[in-house]
DNA sequence: CATGAATGAGGATTCATTCAT
DNA sequence: GATGAATGAATCCTCATTCAT
């Protein structure tokens, strides 16, 4: 029942917002009624919380074990936390899409240990960024911070028009992405102006 | 007065959320009374959609005179895209991260054609990526309408970090975007390994 | 200006009811702005009082007319009344049935008169009944205070199903009534069973 | 409670009207808070709805059972409906006339069906006068649609002015219907002139 | 475990009315 | 004569939450 109210919830938060969607539509949902859902959750924001921190928490901990392995070089390791974050849209798309816009509902108390879950994602990614530098593996002139962001800010909105099914593949994807980001774009063969 | 609403409305829309603003919460602010919104505006989700409107419709405007432009080629009309948009977070950075985050709120009327304004200033750039391509400034391995994707769904994030008077000036920001998405970040000088 | 404000809000009163008529529907479907009421009505209610007294006054002095007329015996003033009832459907239908229904809304300071003069035109009728009776021309069983509600009430709720553009004339309806009026219904010829 | 917010709000809005009472209006009556209201009620046009069906079907129920009996001539059974109607004054006269002037308030989506019922109500009566043409009992001069409108308006209209523990009795009142509609007003003894 | 009844605070919206110009 | 700006009171409705059973 309380898997039931979660799943039933991400669907509803993520097709109409977390202020939008009513304990009642989620208990609708499943047949049961509003007394029922609080014997599960405390209250609303308890169950996104819970959303949030099971999600990103499941997250971090596959990023770490990429991070940690120590049979992959920097460009592996990049190329697998890009993996992990498109080969998530298909089963867990739209917490993380709740995630990005509904951080805002979760209470103060339990604010900073998500928001510094999510950091550490990025501070990850940062240093990974960072050892590559010092390691000569990325060039010298870029900001690890900036970045980072711009990684993760690429790589995250993709949950927003990727569609998993259909013609291009994760693998494609994540190849296209990893592509940019190390040579870019710039056509610098003979034909070249 | 009615620029005053849309003002106040914009700050309070940006920092508590659409829907967790009330029009009290507006009006308070600007020491007018609910009455006098609605003399204004025929319901809080046309303000929405006001904001929205102008915002966009400005933007696609100064894009489409950038892209217009004979005397840029296309490294230049990409560079002044990413600026047309980094340069607008200082003044108008609120009803930009507003128009990403409550676009759910707008009425089925009003949604195709804000919709559709979007897809115009994406489908610009894509076509721009087109033009770059067919002409050699890009690589032709490249997909434009991903990149297009990428490009503004990185720059657009810009708006929930950058800081405008930070340390790093805005067009430092837009040289940084440029080189990664044209040169990218792998090393490939002598240091190399 | 008056005049338009008037007819205007009598067609919408009959059509959407007196309530639920706003002054601006009123106002905007003549091209003026709600002040532009306020110059010529004191209020919403005192429209009403006026619509619902030009009526009335001109119907009771129609119907005096007739009762004072020495020509006529009391079968045709009958006639005359419930003519002069559903001739005027088709011009002023919709006061009628604004006055039927919206009553309730005339300020307490002018209701003693309306209701008074609602009443002189059924006390009329009751008094033409009770001078037939005491003439020979009607039964001496009826009752006229019940018969006045009663033929009032028939002939008044007309304006809610008859059609005066429809297959029966004005003059056929009236007739009709008069003849179930006076003569009633039973067959008392040799088919009876 | 259900029974208690009907029944006060039927009481309310013969008073003072539908729109004119508040959600309010209703719940301060019998001590309960407007959020009980809506436990029970998703709107208050669905409780407008639930009094007039339920006031209509019990009506017509009524009349079916009346013409259905085979043991009854058409005489009987037109004095059997009037009295059906008449008789309800005292114990839902508060609904009849809220049905009467109320129907407005009603949502289309139920519009259809009661005013279906209200029209099977007048039809009966149409087929039952069109029965007693046919077999003699009433004159074959008249009208049934016409009659089964003039009937129903003079009765209906009852509501509005009889006092069931006044002076007249429901059967003399009834009987003095019958007797109008049967027989008229004309005399025609001896002392006609 | 689960429910049904009840609440109360909050919020969008309507609208008659006022008034300075 | 007429208007536009502003008001504020009223009203419908939503919904998270509580609690006895």
Request: net charge neutral; no cysteine.
């Amino acid at each position: 029942m309380k898997g039931k109210i979660i799943q039933t919830a991400i669907d509803l938060f993520d097709e109409k917002g977390f202020k939008e969607t009513s304990i009642e539509d989620i208990t609708d949902n499943i047949g049961a009624t509003k007394g029922t859902f609080y014997y599960y959750f405390k209250s609303k924001q308890e169950l996104l919380k819970d959303i949030h921190l099971s999600f990103i928490l499941d997250l971090l901990q596959k990023q770490e074990e990429i991070i940690r392995d120590p049979s992959k070089n920097n460009y592996q390791k990049l190329y697998d936390i890009i993996y992990l974050i498109i080969s998530g849209i298909k089963t867990k798309g739209k917490s993380a899409r709740i995630i990005f816009r509904e951080m805002r509902h979760i209470e103060e108390v339990h604010l900073e240990q998500i928001k510094g879950k999510r950091r550490d994602f990025r501070l990850n990614v940062q240093a990974l960024l960072e050892d590559g530098i010092a390691k000569g593996h990325f060039k010298n002139n870029v900001r690890a911070d900036i970045l980072a962001f711009s990684i993760l800010d690429m790589v995250n909105r993709t949950y927003y028009w990727y569609n998993p099914d259909g013609e291009i593949s994760e693998e494609e994807l994540v190849n296209y992405y990893l592509e940019i980001i190390l040579n870019g774009i710039k056509n610098r063969g003979p034909e070249h102006n």
